[in-house]
């Protein structure tokens, strides 16, 4: 199996290697065939991809706008048949399925857009705009980068110290190393259950501990692929 998936009541995958959806270390018909697969696997016929920037932005996907380059970092859509997809190797990608009002959405969520609370913008968009009940909204946070792994310095624990008051509740720090560990998955889980969610499914997974099996940005650096975390109605 090269793809995750999970049971929440609508069609989800989270592709692994051997697929690869980094344009710059594959051919462009590589590319094209993984992108194939995954409608295949999903049995899809539109699949929704923004230009990624580690931004707080959400794009709200029609039939009418999916092609169209967006920069954002989220997507939103209330159509069926469309997956939501966001390329990812240790960031989050986060998944919002509303079984009530039938809405998704996919949000990629690497620690500029944990900072920048991305998944609130995400869920503020569901709410406000396609009626959402917070407490309604099931969440996924699929296989990333892990505590033992996401090892940062200072600079990066005071953004986080920053836009998150009892961040070290979810630190640890070694002395020796001067560094910071930081559980984003724990911290992303709380603050997703503050706002109000009442369901969340973590995978509990790092992708630099399985970096044989999925793409890991700190696993293989600059040559590495990108998985693609995809959700559809
Ligand atoms: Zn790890």
Known sequence: ?????????????????????????????????????VKNELNIDNL??????????????TLDNINEETVADGMITDIPNIGLGVKVADCQAIFLYDPIKRVIGCVHSG?????????????????????????DIKVVICPSILQDHFEV???????????????????????DLNKYYIDQETLNKDYLMSLGIKYIKVANT????????????????EKSGRNLAVISL
């Open 1 to 37: 199996m090269n793809y995750i998936t999970y049971e929440i009541g609508t069609k989800n995958a989270f592709f692994i290697k051997p697929y690869n959806f980094n344009i710059n270390t594959i051919s462009e018909k590589e590319f094209m065939d993984n992108i194939n697969s």
């Open 48 to 61: 929704a991809l923004v230009t990624q920037r580690h931004t707080a932005d959400i794009k709200k996907v």
């Open 111 to 135: 620690w500029r857009g944990t900072v920048k609370k991305i998944v609130k913008n995400a869920i503020d968009v569901m709410v406000n705009d396609y009626g959402s009940v917070i407490s």
């Open 153 to 175: 310095d200072y600079d990066v624990y005071l953004e986080f110290k920053n836009s998150f008051n009892d961040i070290d509740k979810y630190t640890i720090y070694k002395e």
């Open 206 to 221: 790092c992708t630099v501990c399985n970096g044989n099996k999925i793409h890991s940005y700190r696993y293989e650096k």
